[in-house]
T-cell receptor
Framework: KNEVEQSPQNLTAQEGEFITINCSYS?????LHWLQQHPGGGIVSLFM???GKKKHGRLIATINIQEKHSSLHITASHPRDSAVYIC??????????FGKGTRLSVIA | DAGVIQSPRHEVTEMGQEVTLRCKPI?????LFWYRQTMMRGLELLIY????????DSGMPEDRFSAKMPNASFSTLKIQPSEPRDSAVYFC????????????FGSGTRLTVV
């Protein structure tokens, strides 16, 4: 069974700080997703990656397949980045397995 | 595009009552997923459909839960009888390209069973 662990569980940052959220998983995967859940509850897909790095605006996602680890970085953080960030992985052709999420609060 | 539409947004019901949650996927999406989110367990897959056919229902917690997809534009998740431990947020998601691609989530239904 694939376990997905995220760290930290909770994170508070000052506006402008560089933020890193980590995700580790226990078995080989075919893809990893990062999702953002807003305080109102809506879930948005941010990235899907299987190798290397992807960038979208101030968000950067990296994955190291050998180490079974991914990171989500936020540069120049802003209060509107406050949300729960969820890592999810897929093994072969099975549906996603989700981590419990990291709750980020960015304070002005 | 209105996105994935779920109803109701909030549902409060008494233990033992039947609850029906509804989902309208994005037109043209042929995969539909039902998830449950709790503080303790995070997001869990309950069941998913491909072309209206249930593919994997191993996440459905017990016989009190059932899901149907009578056509490409509508799905229901039913709990009968409901119990307080069923209280959670239930999300529906859909996509058009299969399991290896990102999903579009609905806004969720917050269910409270008292």
């Amino acid at each position: 069974k694939n376990e997905v662990e995220q760290s930290p569980q909770n994170l508070t940052a000052q506006e402008g700080e560089f933020i890193t959220i980590n995700c580790s998983y226990s078995v080989g995967i075919s893809a990893l997703h990062w999702l953002q859940q807003h305080p109102g509850g809506g879930i948005v897909s941010l990235f899907m990656l299987s190798s290397g790095k992807k960038k979208h605006g101030r968000l950067i996602a990296t994955i190291n397949i050998q180490e079974k680890h991914s990171s989500l970085h936020i540069t120049a953080s802003h209060p509107r980045d406050s949300a729960v960030y969820i890592c999810a992985v897929r093994v072969g052709n099975t549906p996603l397995v989700f981590g419990k999420g990291t709750r980020l609060s960015v304070i002005a | 595009d209105a996105g994935v539409i779920q109803s109701p947004r909030h549902e409060v019901t008494e233990m033992g009552q039947e609850v029906t949650l509804r989902c309208k996927p994005i037109s043209g999406h042929d995969y539909l997923f039902w998830y449950r989110q709790t503080m303790m367990r995070g997001l869990e897959l309950l069941i998913y459909f491909n072309n209206n056919v249930p593919i994997d229902d191993s996440g459905m917690p017990e016989d009190r839960f059932s899901a149907k997809m009578p056509n490409a534009s509508f799905s229901t998740l039913k709990i009968q009888p409901s119990e307080p431990r069923d209280s959670a947020v239930y999300f529906c998601a859909s996509n058009a390209l299969g399991l290896n691609y990102g999903y579009t989530f609905g806004s969720g239904t917050r269910l409270t069973v008292v």
